[in-house]
Nanobody
Framework: QVQLMESGGGSVESGGSLRLSCVAS?????????MGWFRQAPGKEREEIAT????????RYADSVKGRFTISRDSSGNTLYLQMNSLRPEDTAMYYC??????????????WGQGTQVTVSS
């Protein structure tokens, strides 16, 4: 059974930074799969904001976070990060990491974390 656990959320002022982490349990390293970060604000649909494939050669961002957020993995392959800079109030949401079914990034996400809350005040 694979479990994903996010951490690093919190409350910051507009313009601040946070780094989210996602740690996985399980025998197969996260580096084997495409990984992604998603967020969902109250009353809004879940938004895919950043993905990274297993080779790190295909990294994609939603337009809403491009240039401000950076997705990365550590060298061990079992921790995923999301560095968030220049945070805005509209970034306020619950943030989730997810593991894709494949090494390339498809629309099939197999496992999800429980989420970590990010709140940005103006």
């Amino acid at each position: 059974q694979v479990q994903l656990m996010e951490s690093g959320g919190g409350s910051v002022e507009s313009g601040g930074s946070l780094r989210l982490s996602c740690v996985a349990s399980g025998r197969i390293p996260l580096s084997t799969y495409c990984m992604g970060w998603f967020r969902q604000a109250p009353g809004k649909e879940r938004e895919e904001i950043a993905t990274i494939d297993n080779s790190r050669g295909d990294i994609r961002y939603a337009d809403s976070v491009k240039g401000r957020f950076t997705i990365s993995r550590d060298s061990s392959g079992n921790t995923l990060y999301l560095q968030m800079n220049s945070l805005r109030p509209e970034d306020t949401a619950m943030y989730y990491c997810a593991r894709n079914r494949y090494g390339f990034c498809s629309g099939s996400w197999s496992y999800w974390g429980q989420g970590t809350q990010v709140t940005v005040s103006s």
